[in-house]
T-cell receptor, first 111, second 112 residues
Framework: TQLLEQSPQFLSIQEGENLTVYCNSS?????LQWYRQEPGEGPVLLVTVVTGGEVKKLKRLTFQFGDARKDSSLHITAAQPGDTGLYLC???????????FGGGTRVLVKP | NAGVTQTPKFQVLKTGQSMTLQCAQDMNHEYMSWYRQDPGMGLRLIHYSVGAGITDQGEVPNGYNVSRSTTEDFPLRLLSAAPSQTSVYFCASCRGGDSEAFFGQGTRLTVV
């Protein structure tokens, strides 16, 4: 059982639609991060959330950290083909210690 | 502007061979780690280090060794390669706390 469970594993939508990816755990995290990975590349950070209930927006992407700091979500509004990729959530149980990743959500946005 | 550099990018090994995957960072980060990524999956932590001379095991450490003699370098050794170790390996570094992890380009390893 993974410490961070992502759902869904795969999402295929049409351009212009909205999507939400979830990252859940039974453990409390110091912070959660979202990364995006392109084929053949390493993951690249999108955002870090550190405060329970925090909401961060990055253009069409909205990230939320749960009040209890056990879960997070990523919402994309009006998805574009350029949003296609593997989205990974990751978290620090304790700041400055090991960074644990979820299983990833593969997003395909069709034109 | 190198960031995290991994070598080699590709490697084919025969079962039972040993090798070392190199990782170097030039950002003076204390924290470094190694992950493996299997097709269509997330990253699983192999080993990590919170500073020179300090290493610890992650989720999947068996069959791998690490050492951290300098802040810059964090090599990963495969002692006796097995087909189950066929994967893409990523090295990452960060400055600690809740900070961003910076990743290398990855090493694609095939064990036949």
């Amino acid at each position: 059982t993974q410490l961070l469970e992502q759902s869904p594993q795969f999402l295929s939508i049409q351009e212009g639609e909205n999507l939400t990816v979830y990252c859940n755990s039974s453990s409390v995290f110091s912070s959660l991060q979202w990364y995006r990975q392109e084929p053949g590349e390493g993951p690249v950070l999108l955002v870090t959330v550190v405060t329970g209930g925090e909401v961060k927006k990055l253009k069409r992407l909205t990230f939320q950290f749960g009040d209890a700091r056990k879960d997070s979500s990523l919402h994309i509004t009006a998805a574009q083909p350029g949003d296609t990729g593997l989205y990974l959530c990751a978290g620090y149980l304790t700041a400055g210690n090991k960074l644990t990743f979820g299983g990833g959500t593969r997003v395909l946005v069709k034109p | 502007n190198a960031g995290v550099t991994q070598t080699p990018k590709f490697q084919v090994l025969k079962t039972g061979q040993s090798m070392t995957l190199q990782c170097a960072q030039d950002m003076n980060h204390e924290y470094m780690s190694w992950y493996r990524q299997d097709p269509g999956m997330g990253l699983r932590l192999i080993h990590y280090s919170v500073g020179a001379g300090i290493t610890d095991q992650g989720e999947v450490p068996n069959g791998y060794n690490v050492s951290r003699s300098t802040t810059e370098d964090f090599p990963l050794r495969l002692l006796s390669a097995a087909p189950s170790q066929t994967s893409v390996y990523f090295c990452a570094s960060c400055r600690g706390g809740d900070s961003e992890a910076f990743f290398g380009q990855g090493t694609r390893l095939t064990v036949v």
